[in-house]
């Protein structure tokens, strides 16, 4: 399975983008899928998961509240809305997804895929 990010771009503070990942290559049926983030000088973060099967889903503490991750299993694609989107939600976005994982925070060195990053700027 490949993954591909996309939707990134420039907001201002207060505004929402909705960024999509498309699987391709396979099914991502049984799947946690997620996205992190990479702000510049800063690590890897976990912003939000969601296992395919079942639809349960997990958030970070910081944009709990104000992001919403799903999944549309008949295109395999997974999305993030972003709302109230705030200047330290700057970073690039990464899609991600464990066939057998389903905390991807914790394990987030050894996840199964990676797709390539989409960048997500908010001004103030």
């Known amino acids: 399975v490949q993954l591909q990010a996309s939707g990134g771009g420039l907001v201002q503070a207060g505004g929402s983008l909705r960024l999509s990942c498309a699987a391709s290559?396979?099914?991502?049926?049984?799947?946690?899928m997620g996205w992190f983030r990479q702000a510049p000088g800063k690590e890897r973060e976990f912003v939000a998961s969601?296992?395919?099967?079942?639809?349960?889903?997990d958030y970070a503490n910081s944009v709990r509240g104000r992001f919403s991750i799903s999944r549309d299993s008949a295109s395999n694609t997974l999305f993030l809305q972003m709302n109230s989107l705030k200047p330290e939600d700057t970073a690039v976005y990464y899609c991600?997804?464990?066939?057998?994982?389903?905390?991807?925070?914790?394990?987030?060195?050894?996840?199964?895929?990676w797709g390539r990053g989409t960048q997500v700027t908010v001004s103030s």
């Open positions: 991600v997804g464990d066939r057998r994982k389903t905390d991807l925070a914790r394990w987030f060195r050894y996840l199964e895929v």
């Open positions: 290559g396979g099914t991502v049926n049984g799947y946690t």
């Open positions: 969601i296992r395919w099967s079942g639809g349960i889903d």
